[in-house]
């Protein structure tokens, strides 16, 4: 089974300064996909970003982007102009293209925006 | 459009008992995922259901059991609780296959006394 790693069990930023959220995974294969989900206090977990493994080029999403390094299983969350909003649980999560429509979620980072 | 929801929100069951949780797909939606996600721990996947079949298992034992209905709400049953049982359990449905976005309900608290 793939496994998903997230070191940082608890991050906190200053309010619109930039946090980057760390993950890493493990896999033997090529194609596959990645997420950022954000969990707020309220418990919905909701989509932040996306990326193919097979797409060069880093997903961004207004104030979030993504640094993806393919060849060193990483996968990191950049979030820039941190805002009170912000804060929450992050998982990183890897779903295989080709064997199954599972999604192995990391155990998460709690971000806290400082005002 | 409706989103995702579940119900109940919280549930107290003792360890044996067996217990169902509901879950109502987003409109549109035909994929439904169940996740069971541990205090401090991120969601781990349980089953998914695709048009009223299973369609992918996790590493959980028999007496994790699920449905499918007609218009794509799920059910999770729970036979005989264990303590460790207690959990959020996470439902998320899809607009299809393959699963590229998935869109979560708010989960129910259980907690097995």
């Known amino acids: 089974a793939q496994t998903v790693t997230q070191s940082q069990p608890e991050m906190s930023v200053q309010e619109a300064e930039t946090v980057t959220l760390s993950c890493t995974y493990d896999t033997s294969e090529s194609d596959y996909y990645l997420f950022w989900y954000k969990q707020p206090p309220s418990r919905q977990m909701i989509l932040v970003i996306r990326?193919?493994?097979?797409?060069?080029q880093n997903a961004t999403e207004n104030r979030f982007s993504v640094n993806f390094q393919k060849a060193a299983k990483s996968f990191s969350l950049k979030i820039s102009d941190s805002q009170l909003g912000d804060a929450a649980m992050y998982f990183c999560a890897y779903r295989s293209a080709n064997t199954g429509n599972q999604f192995y979620f990391g155990t998460g980072t709690s971000l806290t925006v400082i005002p | 459009e409706t989103g995702v929801t579940q119900s109940p929100t919280h549930l107290i069951k003792t360890r044996g008992q067996q217990v169902t949780l509901r879950c109502s797909s987003q409109?549109?939606?035909?994929?439904v995922s169940w996740y069971q996600q541990a205090l401090g721990q991120g969601p781990q996947f349980i089953f998914q259901?695709?048009?009223?079949?299973?369609?992918g298992r996790g590493n959980f034992p028999p007496r994790f059991s699920g449905l499918q209905f007609p218009n794509y709400s799920s059910e999770l049953n729970v036979n005989a609780l264990e303590l460790d049982d207690s959990a959020l359990y996470l439902c998320?449905?899809?607009?299809?296959?393959?699963?590229?976005?998935?869109?979560f309900g708010p989960g129910t608290r259980l907690t097995v006394l």
């Open positions: 409109s549109g939606h035909n994929t």
């Open positions: 259901y695709y048009r009223e079949e299973e369609n």
């Open positions: 990326q193919e493994a097979y797409k060069q």
């Open positions: 998320a449905s899809s607009p299809g296959q393959p699963l590229n976005e998935q869109f």
